[in-house]
Nanobody, 116 residues
Framework: QVQLVESGGGLVQAGGSLRLSCEASGVDISRDYMGWHRRLPGNKFQYLASIFGSDYTREYDDVAKGRATLTRDNRKNTMYLQIDALTPEDTGVYFC?????????WGQGTQVTVSL
């Protein structure tokens, strides 16, 4: 059974940074595809970044490139997303999303609110 627990969100001022965590079970983050997505106001979902494979392959969407860094700790089976230079447009709920054998899994997400 896949279980995901996202944390690290909160209220932050514009220009600040956050480090989001995704603790996973039922998934091998050292090998399986793991993505970060967010749900923006208006219920728009947006892909941010992903990591997969033992060779630490990472990809970033343009919206995250240059501001976000995705890492993982295989021993803790936990994935992280560091986001810098936050703006109010980054406000939303952030999710990690593994894909196993074509099946997507979603956690509860963690709320990020960026104020001016």
């Amino acid at each position: 059974q896949v279980q995901l627990v996202e944390s690290g969100g909160g209220l932050v001022q514009a220009g600040g940074s956050l480090r989001l965590s995704c603790e996973a079970s039922g998934v091998d983050i050292s090998r399986d595809y793991m993505g970060w997505h967010r749900r923006l106001p208006g219920n728009k979902f947006q892909y941010l970044a992903s990591i997969f494979g033992s060779d630490y392959t990472r990809e970033y969407d343009d919206v995250a490139k240059g501001r976000a860094t995705l890492t993982r700790d295989n021993r803790k089976n936990t994935m992280y997303l560091q986001i810098d230079a936050l703006t109010p447009e980054d406000t939303g709920v952030y999710f990690c999303k593994p894909i196993l054998r074509g099946q997507e899994y979603w956690g509860q997400g963690t709320q990020v609110t960026v104020s001016l």
